[in-house]
């Protein structure tokens, strides 16, 4: 597989995340799913973005990112029931996920702020 730049590939999606929904709450869901990204990891921030209102567009970013990664889940399966019965057994990748998910949340609510003041000027 060729080598991928990370890092672009994360502000690609932010970008995408960012304008899902209004700006205002999409950086305030971004902000929140880091908390419980960094505080409960990948599984438990997919499961809280599934559960908010405007989550099901951030999720479908974060899924088709996720299919960009060399550890991407096999067409058709379930993303959350990948990460908790396949990725979370796999310490390397799922770092890599949690690593790569955690730059996408934090440039995409920069991205849904950099919106947000772009509206109220």
Known sequence: MAL?????????YA????????PKQTAALLTRALGVL????VYACL?????QDGGR????QLEALLRELPVAPPLGQDLSQFV????????????LVRDVYE???IYGR?????LVREEGT
């Open 84 to 95: 908790a019965g396949n990725l979370s057994g796999r310490l390397d990748d799922l770092l």
């Open 103 to 105: 730059q996408a949340l």
């Open 57 to 60: 567009p951030v999720l479908q």
């Open 110 to 114: 920069y991205s849904a702020k950099a």
């Open 38 to 41: 960094h505080e409960q990891g």
């Open 15 to 22: 970008q995408a995340i960012a304008k899902t929904g209004k």
């Open 47 to 51: 499961i809280f973005i599934q559960a």
């Open 4 to 12: 991928q730049n990370l890092d672009r590939m994360a502000a690609r």
